[in-house]
């Protein structure tokens, strides 16, 4: 392990414990301290692979008070590693004020590569993996729900999400709802361990397959949609992008700010260009 004083940003099993790496080990082995989500969670895996080094708790609900106790650790010279239930900390996970405050004090971050259940199942989804956004959880209520995925309808971007298996079902019937039945999902649960399943096809299939088989509502999912796409003979322009052009039309030349909002949205710039002139931007 390098031996200068740093947070060090460890990723631990999404479920398979084989996926721990050797230099995880050795970075929980010799640090001073291991900041856990829970440290009782955490124990278990430590305890596994014979990890003895101290741990505390840091989560969501004591993250900010932590944070500076932890730079004064540093600075007594003292390294900590980060550490939460499953995966690669701060995806989804508590980590971001604590790294924040960490740089800001002028100590070292330094992430190890590792397990991540979002580009684990990305990978094997079978959906566009060259421009992807992650969502984490959709919000609990309906409504909320349902203006999430509207506002996110056009991006043609591959969307993940996480997702609770109580939740499940009303997350894909919104998808139904408001993306259209026939959207394309990917629906990946427990990802590396026994009972790991994934089901694609269009969301109202994928929901049929979810209702009537309780199986599909057990463990930790990972809920990929495949991202907006015209017809071929459709030259809509997307409505965000639309939003950008006219936004970046405020300050720029129609053609620069055509040139730039293509860019930025993976569009063609004659198309925005077009847009632009019959729309008098």
Known sequence: MDQSVALYIVPTPIGNLGDMSPRAIDVLSQV????CEDTRHSGKLLSHFGIS???????DHNER????WIVDQLAAGQSIALISDAGTPLISDPGYHLVSHVRQSGFKVIPLPGPCAAIT???????????????????SKEKARADKLLELKEDPRTLIFYESPHRIE????TMAQVLGDDRQVVMAREVTKTFETFLSGPVAEVLATVSSDLNQQ??????????HRAAEDDEAIPTVAINTLKLL?????????AA??????GLKKNALYKFGLESDL
């Open 121 to 139: 199942a990305l990978s094997a989804s079978g959906l566009p993996s060259d421009r992807f956004s992650f969502e984490g959880f959709l919000p």
């Open 218 to 227: 057990k463990g930790e999912i990972v809920l990929m949609v495949h991202g």
């Open 260 to 265: 730039i909002a293509a860019q930025i949205h």
């Open 53 to 59: 080094t101290k741990t505390i708790a840091l989560h």
């Open 170 to 173: 009303h997350s894909l019937t």
């Open 65 to 68: 008070a932590r944070a500076q």
């Open 249 to 257: 039309c405020e300050e720029l030349p129609l053609k620069k700010a």
């Open 32 to 35: 001073a301290l291991i900041a």
